[in-house]
């Protein structure tokens, strides 16, 4: 009996485990069907983002599809930042560590200011360089 005793917290592990990555799928197969109307899109666990044209739309992921969405034209961006510890960093050569890192847009004709969290520094320097080219391209034309 006490070998049983001992082996039930582990097994309580295994089950949570399992559930965790159950809900994990879920919002993973819920972002791959609304991430299919953009031309580009990611998903980590603290937000999801799709780029279609001008527009930005963004949100938090859960099981039945993303929340809180927002969305918003890069024709009304001013500027964009990465943010790494809340300090702005260089886009081409950002720091390899950092707690909390999240791209900046500030709009031009209001003081609006949107922070979308990411969870690793080379995929929010890549899609800050891609978003600052395509709003340049987008620009010129």
Do not use: C
């Not at 001992?6 to 159950?22: C, N, R």
């Not at 938090?60 to 930042?81: C, H, Y």
């Not at 560590?97 to 890549?126: C, H, M, N, Y």
């Amino acid at each position: 009996m006490e070998r049983g005793l001992l082996w039930l917290p582990l097994l309580f592990a295994f089950f949570w485990l399992a559930w965790q990555g159950s809900k994990e799928f879920k919002k993973i197969e819920a972002y791959r069907t609304w991430a299919e109307q953009f031309d580009q899109a990611k998903y980590d666990i603290y937000a999801v983002l799709g780029q279609k044209g001008k527009n930005i739309t963004w949100g938090k992921p859960t099981i039945n599809g993303p929340v809180k969405l927002e969305t918003f034209s890069l024709n009304d961006v001013a500027n964009i930042q990465l943010l790494i510890d809340h300090k702005p960093v260089e886009m081409q050569q950002p720091p390899e560590r950092g707690r909390s890192i999240e791209l900046e847009f500030s709009f031009r004709e209001s003081d609006l200011v949107i922070k979308i969290p990411f969870t690793e520094i080379p995929l929010a320097s890549e899609w800050g360089q891609y978003l600052q080219k395509l709003k340049t391209a987008e620009s010129l034309s």
